[in-house]
């Protein structure tokens, strides 16, 4: 469609979020039928009813509504059109067989600007009365491709096909520059009963920026929408959609999806480096990067480190950085800080073609109160619940889904499917999920439900059909929840009451570890059960161990300043309780600037402190993150039962005085021995049960001068075992322990670990 470029008054008030005064439609003079009264003063539910081409007995109706036209033209013929007297409606009236089925309009505005345009008003219906259904049974898993803005040809001619979801609008209107942002210009036709909207705008391509204009039906209140299914929006703080054409992306990943598809997951090796794009590096100029740019940069560094997933913090569209993602207003669209959606595939597909799997954080729990968004959408609490008791998150001052609605449960689960499918994200990491589970989560007030309990019955049912759908649709993908509560069976199949995630992030884990690693180490050995206690419950779920982006703001400070004692032993204590978290069952993951120690708390609106590698004490914790994912991948005993007692067994989990924990680790007939001082006092001559003879190797210290520690351990040294009894062992050894470290032990004669580790 051709039309004028706006003004710039007009444009910058087109982004507006707040509500807008729409221009005021025309009066019906009591001449003038019911509909076509209800169309000038822009309130009509069908303009079809009204504008287009009819055809009775051969003669044709043609009739058209341009706000500042001053003369309207049938293009075919050149037909001129009459002006409904003091209106902006145009007409037309002749035989049938001289205006086609679709048309032109070619019209002279006020300003005396020429354009030329298909009349959208003669096309029917397009979209299918079976979608429709599927979408308000919540049963449409692809409700995105026939819901927001997608190129569309009719009859041979081309253009955007509109629809949104606005059951309580009077009137919605596809409003942008093609139509001077004039809600008047292109009402949208309601489907009756569905609640839907739709309109196909000929003559639009990809790259037409646009708005739904919504009047509501109770307030008469005029107001201005972002797309709810959008897939990409104008770059902050602009706000409003962007039509997205057909990815042009060549993807190249087919061996890794396939190997995904057939990969058993849960013995395999984890290990995530988490990162928030924008803080992570930046451009010359302290300019955000793009995606391509960070492909190449981050993949080669999370190569370099040996971690094999990076999980991205929300890159889903929000407005505000510093909310780094979490206040979603574009749950389809990837925000175009960093680039366009082909940009994005581009970052995954590199990925993938270079042996690192992507997990996507993505937020369902609760959505920001944005005008824009879809905060009322259409003048009712439509995604959210009415009651703010149930509706609203008063910590975050954010809205909560209404998961018992079949279109938001869809809208949710179509999104789920859509970064999987469309962008081949490889796992979500749902956000927030406690907050799903529990009415009465961080409130005073609540509504119990319908069995009278604090449990959200509609989001736990929500919860197991997004990941029974999706686990169906996407063979291989992960679903992983951040979940902070004792809810039983967060990871356990839906088929046997679990909610059928595939693994939990182990927050408990992670907040004991580090309240015992805040404590002088003089003081440990009264508290040592905060190591031991997670050992009771850690084959109960499906764990992942997470030092992550949380544990890192908000004046927690950074994982360095959180370790006590001076210099050298901060440094040994974060080798410490990094030996500790790759030792321990679960797969891990690290948030980015953690693996070299940075000494300030994250900071979102700057980068990280790569300064601080020129230094020894953190170049050797990078080492150290380096050699343990190599250590940890390489091992089978470290990762092959992760989530099973076959894989872990203790050696002496009482040694509470010295505060020394020793284990094994184990797959099948193999195993590694793992022990750890939590004190700076080394231990010489320290017994360990071993399970059989033989010579041992130490093929990995925390505390060797490779990582910057004091170079205290076993070395080269062959460790023999003695037939001499221990703890109910037959055979046992003497080690060197060193202060504020871990060493791991492997029976000789296996393949060696090629690290760097180990001490000379």
Request: hydrophobic content about 40%; glycine content about 8%.
């Amino acid at each position: 469609m051709t039309d004028s470029n706006p003004s710039e008054t007009t444009a910058i008030a087109a982004r507006a979020t707040t509500p807008v005064a729409a221009p005021a439609p025309q009066t019906a003079g009591a001449n003038l039928d019911d509909d076509l009264a209800r169309l000038l003063e822009a309130r009509h539910h069908d303009p079809f009813r009204v504008l287009g081409r009819r055809v009775e007995n051969g003669e044709a109706l043609v009739r058209a509504y341009i706000p500042h036209a001053a003369e309207v033209t049938i293009a075919e013929g050149l037909l001129p059109m009459q002006r409904v007297p003091d209106t902006d409606v145009f007409e037309w009236r002749g035989e049938a067989k001289r205006v086609p089925d679709h048309y032109r309009l070619a019209w002279r505005d006020t300003d005396h600007r020429e354009h030329v345009a298909h009349d959208p008003y003669t096309y029917g219906p397009q979209l299918s009365d079976f979608d429709l259904h599927l979408f308000g049974e919540g049963k449409h898993w692809h409700a995105y491709r026939f819901l927001g803005a997608h190129e569309h040809e009719v009859d041979g001619v081309t253009g955007v096909l509109f629809a949104v979801w606005a059951p309580n609008a009077e009137r919605v209107s596809v409003v942008g520059d093609f139509n001077q942002w004039d809600g008047r210009r292109h009402p949208m036709r309601l489907r009756e009963g569905k609640g839907v909207w739709e309109l196909f705008l000929p003559d639009l391509a990809a790259g037409v920026v646009y708005k739904y204009e919504i009047r509501t039906r109770v307030t008469r209140e005029v107001f201005l929408k972002s797309d709810p299914y959008g897939q990409r929006f104008e770059l902050r703080p602009n706000t409003a959609s962007v039509v997205a054409g057909p990815s042009a992306h060549v993807w190249q990943d087919r061996p890794w999806l396939e190997q995904r598809a057939r990969r058993d997951w849960l013995h395999a090796p984890m290990s995530v480096y988490e990162v928030h794009l924008g803080s992570w590096q930046r451009g010359v100029e302290g300019e955000f990067l793009d995606y391509r740019e960070y492909a190449t940069r981050l993949v080669e560094y999370v190569r370099e480190m040996g971690f094999n997933y990076i999980e991205l913090l929300p890159i889903t569209e929000h407005p505000f950085d510093l909310s780094w993602g979490y206040q979603t207003t574009g749950y389809y669209a990837a925000t175009s800080r960093f680039g366009a959606p082909d940009d994005l595939r581009f970052f995954i597909d590199h990925c993938h073609r270079n042996g690192i799997g992507v997990i996507l954080d993505w937020v369902p729990a609760h959505f920001p109160k944005d005008a824009h968004g879809l905060a009322r959408f259409d003048g009712t609490a439509l995604y959210e619940h009415a009651d703010p008791r149930k509706g609203e998150h008063l910590d975050w001052s954010t809205l909560i889904f209404n998961y018992g609605r079949h279109e938001v449960k869809n809208f949710l689960l179509s999104s789920a499917l859509f970064w999987l499918e469309e962008f081949h994200v490889d796992g979500l990491r749902v956000d927030a999920v406690a907050s799903m589970l529990y009415l009465d989560y961080s409130r005073s007030e609540w509504v119990p439900n319908e069995q009278g309990g604090r449990e959200n019955l509609e989001a736990i049912e929500f919860l197991r059909e997004m990941n029974t759908v999706t686990h169906a649709q996407v063979p291989g993908c992960l679903l992983i929840a951040e979940e902070s509560t004792a809810w039983p069976q967060v990871t356990r199949p839906v088929n046997l009451g679990g909610l059928g995630f595939d693994m939990k992030w182990n927050i408990g884990w992670m907040n004991d570890t580090l309240r015992y690693f805040a404590k002088d180490p003089i003081y440990r050995k009264y508290h040592h059960d905060m190591l031991t206690f997670s050992m009771l419950y850690a084959f109960t779920e499906n764990f992942m161990l997470p030092f992550s982006h949380d544990e890192v703001v908000h004046g927690k400070g950074s994982m360095l300043t959180k370790m006590p004692g001076d210099e050298w032993q901060r440094f040994a204590n974060l080798r410490l309780v990094y030996t500790y978290m790759f030792t321990h069952p679960g797969k891990k993951l690290l948030f980015m600037g953690t693996e070299f120690g940075q000494g300030t708390e994250w900071n979102s609106a700057s980068v990280l402190d790569w300064w601080m590698l020129q230094y020894p004490y953190h170049a050797g914790v990078q080492r150290l993150v380096k050699d343990l994912n190599r250590l940890y991948q390489s091992r089978p005993e470290l990762h092959a039962h992760e989530f099973e007692w076959e894989g872990f067994e203790w050696l002496d989990c009482n040694d509470a005085q010295r505060s020394v924990l020793s284990f094994l680790r184990k797959s099948g007939e193999d195993f590694a021995v793992v022990v750890i001082n939590f004190t700076p006092i080394p231990h010489h001559g320290y017994r360990i049960g071993v399970p059989s003879e033989g010579v041992y190797e130490e093929v990995f210290n925390s505390d060797s001068q490779y990582y910057a520690g004091s170079n205290t351990g076993n070395g080269m040294t062959r460790l023999q075992a003695e037939p001499r009894q221990w703890l109910g062992r037959d055979w046992s050894l003497s080690v060197t322990v060193p202060p504020l470290g871990g060493i791991v032990l492997l029976p000789a004669g296996r393949d060696g670990y090629g690290g760097g580790g180990t001490p000379s």
